[in-house]
């Protein structure tokens, strides 16, 4: 008997096995999504959400603009705000915001 066509057939079996017990691996995980999909859905219903596509919120400043400061009245204001000193104007930004 070849010892080389012996551990071939043993590789071949080991090859098998390994395939058969991903498969079920992979068809266990398809079931728990489904399950987990199911579940989702289910209490999206029960809270009166409609299931879709997941949007993040606009930024603020897409919501609401403060374009004040390119006005030219305001160029004063601009000119002693830019020379301030910046613990002083990271106050003031946080004010008017």
């Known amino acids: 008997m070849d010892p080389h066509t012996s551990t071939n057939n043993k590789s071949?079996?080991?090859?098998s096995?390994?395939?058969?017990?991903?498969?079920?691996?992979?068809?266990?995980?398809?079931a728990a999504g489904d399950r987990a999909t199911a579940t989702r859905l289910d209490v999206l219903h029960r809270r009166g959400d409609v299931p879709g596509p997941y949007a993040f919120p606009p930024d603020r400043s897409e919501v609401r603009r403060i374009d004040w400061v390119h006005r030219g009245w305001l160029r004063p204001v601009r000119f002693v705000f830019r020379h301030m000193p910046v613990g002083l104007r990271r106050l003031v930004k946080k004010a008017a915001t």
């Open 12 to 15: 071949t079996n080991e090859t």
């Open 17 to 30: 096995t390994i395939a058969a017990y991903l498969a079920r691996l992979a068809a266990a995980d398809a």
